[in-house]
Structure formats: structure tokens, C-alpha cells
């Protein structure tokens, strides 16, 4: 009776162990990142040297608590999250560009200027049409100024952006460590490691969404990832981790460099945050270059027609424009005035040989408005930008298909299914009423027993 006392006992330990399992994995049915559990159970052999070559074994015993687990789907999972972040960040400064490119109507009012040019030159001896030429030229230099100063903001987003993405690796490798360090010391099979594996699959999403990486895990469960891809650098490697810093290059490139003890790698990212700053930071620097080509060819295409006409007055014309510290920070000449506009032709000190309506050298600047194409390049930046914008997101929107067949296919495989557990449920207790039972009976026949006389 002895025997079926600890069978009994064994069962319900093992099979209360079940049950709250189960309980466990649907009270966390909707908690994110959460891998169900499954109990594994295993007969008590029966030992050797019986007298009684027929008889049971010792009952039950709970060996483990499987976690739920699909490597290939939590790879590709993890490998379609850095694509489609990329993708997104990535449109993201694209949008910022956009409307820096157009926020502050820098074509229209370049444009402006050349119609006030040519209809001064319908009529060269207009007071109020030379003012509405400077006017207009002053608000083309505002227009330059202002989207300079739009893209000195974007780049200074983007470094913020930067330093904030290695901030946030930095410190996901960091507590990656220390689940190593946990999973270390737990036992292996335990419902403690499970939960350590939980945290570390978050962490490891986490990263994921900053950059593309690289997982390997061993027996116990701890993680070593490289950053970049399989041929990145080592970013953790047990219980130790690197550093991650950001700066820009010299072409205002996007460079991300790992510390790992004190070997100095820089990251080649091909996804999430970081891949989506870099491709940021190079078309910014790339669109910048443009713009700073076309207005030094404005400023220099108008000064040089000034200097190749006559004022009001007849004397030789002087510039127009000047620029500051960067190529679009334009501004009128101090003191530049409607009287200053060179509309002729004639040398410095003669009559211009049209006399006050004589306007040829604004023909003139007319022809090198249509030669260099100013407005035309503005645009192709606008439309260029434009277009790759939409491309971005209609990548996008493929690629949020594939993350989220990745993420129900993990979900499928790890997931808690309440149809499933219910089954379980009934199971594991009719199992516990009945381990129950065979302890009732074993003590009613020990009873029985012990009762005759």
C-alpha cells in the first residue's frame, strides 16, 4: 500500500505542476513575447531486486518545463522586422526632405525673381518694378537661406537620431549580458530559465529593430550576436558586450562603430534603425551638394550680369547677392537698391545706346536663367526625392506582409493556443482527481487492513 501511496503522491505533485502550467500559459495568452510552457513527465522506474518481477513502478515525476521554441521562425522574424524598420526610417527622412526641399517654396520664389526680371524689362525705367526686382531677389536669398537652414535641422535630427540608436544598443547588449549571466545559473529546464528565454527573445527583437543581427545560441540558451549581418562585428559574447557609438564622416556619411574589448569595428548596417539613418544621412548629404550647386551658380550667374551691364545711372553694375559661411546663406548686398539693377548693356561712364528703356542685359539674364536651368534642377530634386519616397513605401508595404506571415508563422509555433489548453486543462485535472483517487483507495485498503482483528 506504501507503493500506491507514493504513486499517488507523485501524480498529484506532477500533475498540480501541470496544472499550473497551463494556468500559467493562459493568464499570459495576450502578453507579448510570451513562449508557451509545456511540462514534461516521466515514469519513476521501479527499482531492482524485487521479489516481485511483475510489480509497478514508482509513479510520475515532473523532469522539466519546455519552453516553446522555433529557431527558423524567430530568425526570419527577426530578419523581416530589420528589413521593414529599414524601409520605414528610411522613408522617414525622406519625408523630412521633402519638406525641407519645399517648405519654404524655394522654386516659386526663384522663379518669381526671374518673372520680375523679365517684366522690368518690359518696362527698364520702372521705379516700382525695379523695387519689385529686389524685392523679389530678397526673398529668393530668404527662400535659399531658409531651406539651408531646414537642412541644418534634418542633419542635426539625424545625429540625434544616431547617438540615441547606439545608446539604445549599447544598453540592450548590456542587459543581454546579464540574462547570459542568469541563464548561466539557472537550471536548465526550469521555469525561471524560461522566463530568462522570454526576456532575451525581447531583447533580441529589440535589437532587431535597431539593426539587422546576427544570433547564434548555445545549449543552455545564451545568446551571441554579432552586429551587421554573420560577417558583422561582435557585439555580445556571453557575459560580455560592446559599446556603440555614432559620428559622421567627412561627407557626412552615417558611421556606427562597435567597442568590443577594445577592438574598434565599424558596423556595415543592412537593416533597422541604423541602416535607415545611414541611407538618411546620405541622400541628405547628397541633395545637399545640389542644392549648394545651384545656388552658387544663382549667385554667381546674377553678380556676373550685373557686372556685365550698366545701372540706372550708366555706371558699371555691382553685385547683387553675397554669400555667408555656406553656399545658401544668400543676401542682398547691403544697401542694394532698384537704382543698382544693371538693365543695359552699355559700358561703365556711356549713355546706354537704348537709353532708359535700353533692357538687353536683362534679356541677357533671361537666357542664363534657361541655359542653367536653375528652377528645372530645384524641381528634379523635389520630383527626385518624391519619387523615391513613394517607392520606399510601397516597399513597405510588401515588407510588412512578409514581417507579420513571419510573426503569426512564430506565433503559431510558440504561442498559446486556448483551444489547445483547454484540452490540457481537462486532462492534467481529471489526471490530478485520479491521483488523488489512488491515494484514497491506497489508505481505505491500508485502513482495511489494519482493521481485522
Known sequence: MS????????????????????GENI???????????????????????SINGYGAGNGVAMTGVTRSNDAYSATALRASTSDLTRTTKGAEWLD?????????????????????????????????????MVSAADSAALAFRATGQA?????????????????????????LTKINEGLSRSQPGSTAAAQLMDQRDNILSQMSELVDVDVKLDSIGRANVKLGGAE???????????????SRAANGDAVFDVNYRNVVTQVAPN????????????????????????????VKAVNDN??????RTGATGTDMFK???????????????????????????????????????????????????????????????????????????????IRDGAASALSGSTGVNLDSEAVDLIRFQQAYAASGRVIQIARETMQTILDIR
Do not use: H, W
Not at 507503493?3 to 497551463?22: E, K, N, P
Not at 542664363?368 to 530645384?378: D, K, P
Open 3 to 22: 507503493d500506491m501511496l507514493s504513486i499517488g503522491a507523485s501524480g498529484v505533485r506532477a500533475y498540480q505542476t501541470a496544472l499550473a502550467t497551463v
Open 232 to 246: 558583422g562585428p561582435a557585439f555580445v559574447q556571453g557575459a560580455g558586450s560592446g559599446t556603440v557609438t555614432f
Open 27 to 49: 493568464a499570459n495568452v495576450s502578453s507579448v513575447g510570451y513562449a508557451r510552457r509545456a511540462v514534461t513527465l516521466n515514469e519513476v522506474t521501479g527499482g531492482t531486486g
Open 306 to 311: 550685373q557686372a556685365a551691364g550698366a545701372d
Open 151 to 175: 537642412f541644418d535641422q534634418v542633419d542635426s535630427d539625424l545625429n540625434t537620431a544616431g547617438n540615441q540608436a547606439a545608446q539604445g544598443l549599447t544598453s540592450l547588449g548590456s542587459s
Open 323 to 401: 554669400v555667408g559661411g555656406t553656399s545658401t546663406d544668400i543676401t542682398l548686398v547691403d544697401g542694394f537698391a532698384g537704382n543698382d539693377i544693371a538693365a543695359a548693356t552699355a559700358a561703365a561712364g556711356t549713355t546706354p545706346a537704348g537709353g532708359v528703356r535700353d533692357a538687353s542685359n536683362l534679356k541677357a539674364l533671361e537666357a542664363r536663367r534657361v541655359t542653367q536651368g536653375f528652377e528645372a534642377s530645384l524641381t528634379t530634386l523635389v520630383t527626385d526625392n518624391a519619387t523615391a519616397f513613394k517607392q520606399r513605401n510601397t516597399i513597405a508595404d510588401a515588407q510588412t506582409s
Open 96 to 132: 523630412r526632405i521633402q519638406g525641407a526641399l519645399t517648405g519654404n517654396q524655394l522654386t516659386t520664389r526663384v522663379t518669381s525673381f526671374f518673372g520680375s526680371a523679365q517684366a522690368l524689362a518690359a518696362e527698364p525705367d520702372s521705379t516700382a518694378l525695379r523695387t519689385g
Open 271 to 298: 537593416g533597422g534603425t541604423v541602416a535607415g539613418i545611414s541611407d538618411g544621412a546620405q541622400r541628405v548629404s547628397a541633395i545637399r551638394q545640389s542644392l549648394n550647386s545651384v545656388a552658387d551658380s544663382f
